[in-house]
């Protein structure tokens, strides 16, 4: 079994920056990423993607080439398409790669997954031709890919209006856009404003987005409710509601956004305490500014930890690496603190604007009507009315949702239907969606194969007895997972 | 009927390579994903569900949602993290009664 001094668990932002910044001070760092290009979602295929794409995509994607530069630069080893499928709180790790699963271990570990486009199940969600914003976005980054048909864009969030400023700017056909955000912000935006307004080059930028929306000539509607997507084998159609009329919309493909969440299997599966957050939505690990977890080998460090965009999440990869460097023996707290203290300063003039951001998208009970044929759980096949049936014959929590229906169950584990099943159960009950639990998270994190794992060499140390892989169950109960 | 749904940007020259896609060779573009090559291609069908029996499409493009699970090189993978090369064997099983196994 290797042994590093820190992995980082992602090659995103975060993942770069605390790689490359622990590398340079001398750490052996082993950078795994289930990608098989650096950068994560924001910066994806940043290195190899052509000039005219890059225009495009314009600063915001080309500012992480100097990330990538860096962490190219420094020792750090970086293996890609590494899936990571088991990772313990003593800094012991399983992963499969080309086939083959190893087991490694750090004295800390930084998970820096990233955030995932929030699901949201609507009636037809599951067609082919619907599809995440950000997945229109990603095939674009990675292949140069455009829609061919006609585009309808639904949902509510900044990244939501990016990418209908990207395909209009394309020459894309966008039918409509659909924003479930009210025409009124809400009244916490209002307290969020001032802030804002010191990031004047931020607000422009939103401002240049609706622009480019509006020169485009695309139908935007606001305040929209009931999104459907229809047809028979594929997209047909998309209907929604908007101010009291039926809309209809002939369409190709339908792009679907609803915010993004924290990615956090990994913090689950470890046992990191999670923590809910109300005005978004969405659960996340507790941390503090560095990063540490309750875990003490475990690091959070990006918008894995919290949502907060890819500069944020990179000052907050350095930081971990910094409080990590530390707690190595590398440098003393007043080294650390002063090689903190200009990335803490970024991160403050980052920030300004996302409370605002955060109150006008936030996400609103009201925008959810979940319809009893609405599929929930895509891979098992599971409607609203399948969950509320059960609810009402008294299931309360998500892992005896998951028993009795089999949601959550199926490959993705959770990660599509998860926050819904719980946003299911706080309509049906009147409660908040986190009053309903999480689902547990067990490993393997991702499928693989069992040849794999009777091939592996496996370490078993002392304390962990013989039956390491078979006893998780109780392991985690201990942890209060 | 045209099933594409993405086009190549015009500006954009793939390299291609020789793969087997469901039976048969299929000039896949390298340089990217199983499932953004075979969306290039006008393949937008990945799998037919074990559980629905209805086909899907790739929906996250970035490792979350599992429905670009297919066999590739005789195992079930995610096609949007599976990288194209040269030989590559890709079953969809998109006619068999029950769809892939999960």
């Keep these: ?13 975060a993942g770069l920056a605390s790689s490359a910044c622990l590398a340079e001070m001398g750490l052996n760092v082993l950078t795994l990423d289930e990608q098989h290009r650096i950068g994560g979602q924001i910066y994806r295929n940043m290195e190899a993607a052509p000039q005219h794409r890059r225009n495009l995509l314009g600063e915001d994607y080309t500012q992480g080439l100097s990330l990538a530069k860096r962490f190219r630069q420094s020792s750090a080893t970086y293996e890609n398409g590494a899936n990571v499928w088991q990772v313990e709180p003593d800094g012991t790790l399983c992963y499969s790669r080309w086939g083959q699963s190893a087991q490694v271990k750090a004295n800390y570990i930084i998970v820096a997954t990233g955030a995932m486009e929030r699901p949201m199940p609507i009636p037809g969600w599951t067609l082919p031709g619907v599809m995440g914003a950000g997945a229109a976005n990603n095939l674009f980054k990675e292949a140069g890919l455009n829609p061919s048909g006609r585009v309808v864009l639904a949902g509510s969030g900044p990244l939501l209006l990016l990418e209908a400023s990207l395909l209009a700017q394309k020459g894309v056909s966008v039918v409509a ?100 957050k109300g005005d978004q939505r969405y ?12 875990c003490e080998r475990i690091f959070a460090a990006g918008d894995g930890a919290v949502v907060a965009g890819a500069l944020a999440a990179q000052y907050k990869g ?33 920030h300004w604007p996302r409370p605002l951001v955060d109150a006008i998208y936030a996400p609103r009970p009201e925008q959810i009507n979940f319809d009893d044929n609405t599929v929930v759980c895509r891979c098992e096949n599971i409607s609203v009315g399948d969950l509320r049936k059960v609810v009402h014959e008294g299931v309360r929590e998500l892992n005896e949702l998951k028993v009795v229906t089999r949601s959550g169950m199926g490959p993705c584990q959770g990660r599509m239907c998860g926050p819904a099943l719980a946003e299911v159960i706080a309509v049906e009950l009147d409660q908040s969606p986190d009053q309903a639990g999480r689902l547990n998270i067990r ?17 078993v140390g002392p304390a962990a007895g013989a039956n390491w892989l078979l006893d998780k169950k109780k392991s985690a109960g201990k942890k209060g997972a | 009927m045209d099933d594409s749904m993405f086009n190549t940007d015009s500006a954009d020259r793939p390299d291609t390579v020789m793969v087997t896609l469901d039976g048969k060779p299929v000039a896949l573009p390298t340089g990217m994903n199983v499932a953004a090559a075979l969306f290039s291609i006008g393949e937008t069908i ?39 090369h040269a030989g590559m064997v890709i079953a969809r099983h998109l006619n068999d009664d029950k769809g892939a196994a999960t």
């Excluded at chain 1, 659960?283 to 309750?294: I, K, L, V």
């Excluded at chain 1, 490993?443 to 370490?459: D, F, G, N, R, Y």
């Design chain 1, 283 to 294: 659960w996340h690990p507790q941390c503090d500014e560095w990063g540490h977890t309750n």
């Design chain 1, 443 to 459: 490993p393997p994190l991702k499928p693989v194969a069992l040849h794999e794992i009777a091939e592996m060499s496996l370490h």
């Design chain 1, 1 to 13: 079994m290797s042994h590093h001094d820190v992995i980082v668990i992602g090659a995103g932002p």
């Design chain 1, 177 to 276: 856009l659909l924003e479930t955000t009210p025409v009124i912000p809400p009244t916490p935006a209002i307290s969020a404003a001032p802030k804002a307004l010191r990031r004047t080059d931020f607000l422009w930028k939103g401002v240049a987005m609706l622009r480019d929306i509006k020169k485009a000539g695309i139908p935007h509607y606001k305040g929209v409710t009931h999104i459907h997507a229809i047809g028979q084998d594929r997209l047909e159609a998309v209907e929604a509601k908007h101010a009291g009329k039926q809309l209809r919309l002939d369409a190709e493909l339908l792009l679907l956004h609803f915010g993004v969440i924290p990615n956090t299997h990994i913090f689950r599966q470890i046992g990191c305490k999670m923590v809910w």
């Design chain 2, 46 to 84: 990945s799998r037919v569900s074990p559980t629905s029996h209805e086909p899907c499409s790739p929906h996250c493009l970035m490792g979350v949602c599992f429905e670009c699970i297919m066999e590739i090189d005789g195992i079930q993978r995610q096609a949007c993290l599976t990288e194209v």
């Design chain 1, 318 to 350: 350095e930081l971990a690496a910094l409080e990590v460097a530390h707690c190595s023996g590398i440098i003393p707290a007043y080294e650390r603190d002063a090689l903190a203290e200009p990335v803490k300063k970024a991160l403050k003039h980052d």
